[in-house]
């Protein structure tokens, strides 16, 4: 028997996300070296001290999530300067883009973005039968307003911005984010590398009834593994996203450790300006390698284009000698790599291979 038959069949050609290798994934020759993970976007720090202490005296495991998470978003409110109830929270801010596509897209409607960027948004876009209209970035992958709203239509239910971008790095202006909240579309500004910027549109919340804003714990706190995003919004989207997410969505581990990410943020932010300054110095050295273009980057990565030299054989290497980055070949960006940033000790001995691999041909 068939069951293919029963599923929805505008699925048969979805080809999901595809995800980082995980260093479980690797052979023990490769892990033996001393795994540099430089692929994810993931905090090379890790987490506040703080959550490594209230994990040994954890005591909630067996008991079910506060379904408002009520603590959270009060402490979240502190944070941001946003009252708690503006704010809702989800297991990854990547829970709140699929809460978004299914409150605002029905079958056909379509979700507006500037590309290349963060593939969830069409990812979850295919997954609830909407259509993903991508508008091309310019060469050095910047857009104006004027190009991205040429391509609205009477299908247009949601506008997806990330500022700055995944996986150029590319920032975008406020004033250009002003201009497509002008046009009364529902917009998420997806900002979760805020923390390396400090550009954010969270105190226009209030102003603007059509603007949303989207963060995580993922980046900046080092908590990728916990899963804590929230997002700020208006009143009426708050009761709607209540209403249709899963009510434990944020589990008690989680809360636990944003709770305590939210006591650490000196400690916390000294490692994002760490983070930012070796930023500076891989962006130079990678620009003193004939074959590679840095661009330049307002998050913990940076996007690379290769030239004359094939970027997934540099990824094979790389990965052979124990450093994972992630590998781009897409219409738009064909032939990239994108490094996220690491330690010192990392980015020396990326940079090493980088030029070992310069010297070969
Ligand atoms: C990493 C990332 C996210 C997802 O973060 P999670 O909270 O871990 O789901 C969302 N948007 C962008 C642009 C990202 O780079």
Known sequence: MDL??????????????AACKSPEALDDVTRALGICKLDANENVYGPSPRVRSAFASFNDAHIYPDSCQTELRKALAGYTGVP??????????????????RLFISPGDEVLTATPTFAMYKFFTELSAGKFIGVPRDQDFNFTPEKL?????????????AMPNNPTGTQVSKRTIEKIL???????VDEAYYEFTGQTMAPEIGKHPNLMVLRTFSKWAGL???RVGYGLFPEDVVTRLDAIKDPYCVNTAAVAAARESLKDID??????????????RLFQALAGIEYLKPYPSAANFILCKINGKDAAEIQRVLERRGILVRYFNSPQMENYLRFSIGRPGDTDRLIAQLRKIGEIT
């Open 149 to 161: 709203l040429s391509a609205v239509s009477n299908k247009t239910k949601l506008v997806f911005i």
């Open 224 to 226: 990728a593994g916990l």
């Open 182 to 188: 002008e046009t009364g579309l529902p917009v998420v």
């Open 4 to 17: 293919k038959k029963f599923m929805r069949p505008e699925l048969d050609r979805f080809a999901g996300y």
């Open 267 to 280: 400690y916390l932010m000294s490692n994002v300006r760490l983070i930012v300054s070796e930023r500076e």
């Open 84 to 101: 708690a109830d503006r704010i809702v929270a989800g297991s990854g801010s990547d829970q709140l883009i699929d809460l978004l596509v």
